[in-house]
């Protein structure tokens, strides 16, 4: 009864800690997490406006919850010439929104809201 109840605990255990993400495993075969960093979309501004990333890293834009106007996320004509405009442009609304995009291309990104556009712009430059 003792060895089947110390299986048991390790099994708990291991269930657990899988559970609560202790388990780490790396996103790409190079070893190494992607990183991922976080930009409000907020009545009228993105939170930060703009930020340097390395390759392969992303950004996931989160709606503010006390949002009361319409936004998006489009990329502008300022990007590097391999980067498909289409490929990064969110839906719109208000609040309940999130939008992620994985970087792979170094160079500059110029991002706005539509419906703000002289007020909400957000640049992004990705380094090798």
Not at 40 to 56: I, M, Q, R, S
Request: with cysteine; proline share 3%; glycine share 8%.
């Amino acid at each position: 009864m003792l060895r089947r109840r110390g299986i048991q605990t390790w099994a708990a255990a291991g269930l657990a800690a899988i559970a609560l993400g202790a388990v780490a495993v790396p996103a790409t075969g190079s070893g190494q997490a992607d990183k991922t960093v976080k930009v409000t979309v907020a009545d009228d501004f993105f939170a930060p406006t703009d930020l340097k990333l390395k390759k392969n890293s992303s950004v996931k834009w989160v709606w503010d919850s006390s949002n009361t106007n319409t936004h998006n996320v489009i990329l502008t004509s300022k990007h590097p010439k391999d980067v498909k405009a289409s490929d990064f442009r969110s839906s719109s609304g208000a609040v309940g929104i999130s939008f992620k995009r994985k970087f792979k291309v170094p160079g500059k990104y110029g991002f706005i809201c539509t419906y703000h556009r002289s007020e909400m712009k957000f640049g992004l430059t990705v380094k090798k």
